[in-house]
C-alpha cells in the first residue's frame, strides 16, 4: 500500500473528516503548524525517517 492509496481510502471512507496527504516529508511540519491546535494528536505512519516530523513540529511548537 502506498501513502496516497491509504490517503484516498481515508478519504472515501471519512468524507468528513479532515485528511491530508503531503507527498514531500520536508513539507509536513509546515502544514501541521497551520492545523494543530491544543489537545490534537498526530500520528506519522511510515519507514526511514518519518519520526523526525514530530520532531520538528514539536521544537517549531516550542518557539511560539
Same mark, same amino acid.
Given at each position: 500500500?502506498? /501513502? %496516497?492509496?491509504?490517503?484516498? %481510502?481515508? =478519504?472515501?471512507?471519512?468524507?468528513?473528516? /479532515?485528511? @491530508? @496527504?503531503?507527498?514531500?516529508? /520536508? !513539507?509536513?511540519? %509546515?502544514?501541521?503548524?497551520?492545523?494543530?491546535?491544543? *489537545?490534537?494528536?498526530?500520528?506519522?505512519? *511510515?519507514? *526511514? !525517517?518519518? @519520526?523526525?516530523? *514530530?520532531?520538528?513540529?514539536? %521544537?517549531? =511548537? /516550542?518557539?511560539?
Amino acid at each position: 500500500i502506498s /501513502s %496516497a492509496k491509504l490517503f484516498e %481510502a481515508v =478519504r472515501a471512507t471519512h468524507p468528513n473528516n /479532515s485528511c @491530508y @496527504y503531503i507527498p514531500e516529508l /520536508s !513539507n509536513i511540519p %509546515a502544514k501541521l503548524q497551520t492545523l494543530v491546535q491544543p *489537545g490534537d494528536l498526530v500520528i506519522t505512519m *511510515g519507514a *526511514g !525517517n518519518v @519520526y523526525t516530523v *514530530g520532531e520538528k513540529v514539536a %521544537a517549531l =511548537r /516550542s518557539n511560539k
